[in-house]
């Protein structure tokens, strides 16, 4: 591998760009939102959502990676000086996000391997059936609901440990490793969605819940919170603005095809992400379960599709290999995109200071690895949505103005859009549609998307998100999002130190 790690071809860059972009949302969140507004109407929404913002964004952000053949901290760098703190805030962002997802991953593992507990509970009263799927998840965590308790069960810091084992694995040697990876962990949840869409759609009841999804509600339309969750989903939903897809761009070849790839990659993510709508319609409605379906992703995951999972036949074993199959599905999708997120923060930090990759992702695995701790903690679901609220509500929605800002008003887009451009054979970004969405709809829509939920948090919850205690709140939500844009001004503090003893910050220049 060269001293800057490349993609071995093309096909790889594309796997590894879906891998990262779909996730555990496409599985539990899409679905759920989808159930929350109509069905079709939230589809509509989504692919109109996609189209405006969606990929021109994800072009951008490995347009210009590619160009520096950096990743986020010194690609923005490039943009302007001023910037890089924006890149930090992106990468610092990405480092919060993947100390909870890892343990959300440990969660799956955890129910992966006691799916075998379903068959027991199939021949139960239909009561103590559904009791006793809805709480296994409480029972192996020993979750309390609130940010208090201090009780780590062993299994779960086990699986926690096979989690961390897992990312490290598959991104040891950067491109190399992870090229390696996708080409097995990216088709193999689309197998197994495939499965269980085949088992819903063949159990009587399911097709009306097939056609919830896909036929709208035109009355959902006049309402807010579909426009909102939308234009969230689509943001949270292709690893942009979380330093991902500027690692993933900086390993392309000069050949790359960004206009064509970028579209691929998000089209891909939604098929993915409608597939996934199909097995949890399909399956709701055949178990009668339809109006369980949350929006919320863990409660759909670890609560309510246990219950589905042990209502699907009177045969124990079949229920709990599909329970298995269910859960090795989420192992695959959040594999990708939890190694993701820690690459992302390699490939910056390693740019910034000179480092060996390899020794950078050591060093962020061992420390986020036992920052995690806290969330396997008895208190740990609780703090996670916390964190996760302000991760994602606020310092993403703000990196990704901050960065439209950067890029569409104090740069020159045409330059951008050359790059994405230049191997374009069958697509071609067109001029008005990139400038369009980089320098007014994508900042206008993520600036209504954070007005909106600032609102609901003060004027809905009175600033006490979730009704935790005051305190938690302001240590896993304001504290949290405090450091993610200080990291940058820290850093600068930190380089100048380093100068003294001779560091030099490398020249990060846009050649035309």
Known sequence: MEKRGQWSSRFTFILAAIGSAVGLGNAWRFPGLAAKHGGGTFLVVYLLAMLVMGIPLLMMEIAVSRKFRKGAIESMRGIGKKWEPVGWAATSNAFVIVCYYSVVFAWVILMFINSWQFAGMTGLPAEEKVAKAGGLFDKLTHTTGAVDGTLIP????????????????????????????????????????????????????????????????????????LWTDAIGQVFYSLSIMMAIMFAYGSYLGDDADIALDAVIIAFSDMAISVLSGVVMFSTMGGTGMMDKVSASGIGTAFYIYPQAIVNLTDVGWFNAVFGAIFYLMLITLAIDSAFSIVEGISAAVADKFHLKPKSVTITVCAIAGIISILFVSQAGLAWLDIVDNWANSINLILVGILECVAIGWTFKLRKVLYEINKNAKKFKAPYWWFVASVRFIAPVLLAGLFAWNIIHLFFDEGGNYGGYPMWAVICGGWVVSAFVFASGFIAKIIIAKKKKDGFVEDEVVWED
């Open 154 to 225: 062993g299994q779960v810091l086990l699986c926690l440990l096979i989690a961390w084992g897992l990312i490290f694995f598959c991104i040891r040697n950067g491109a190399k490793s992870v090229g390696k990876v996708v080409k097995f962990t990216v088709f193999a949840p689309v197998v197994l969605l495939l499965i269980m869409a085949i088992k819903g759609c063949t159990m009587p009841g399911a097709m009306e819940g097939v056609k919830i999804l896909f036929v709208p509600d035109m009355n959902a339309f006049s309402d807010p919170t």
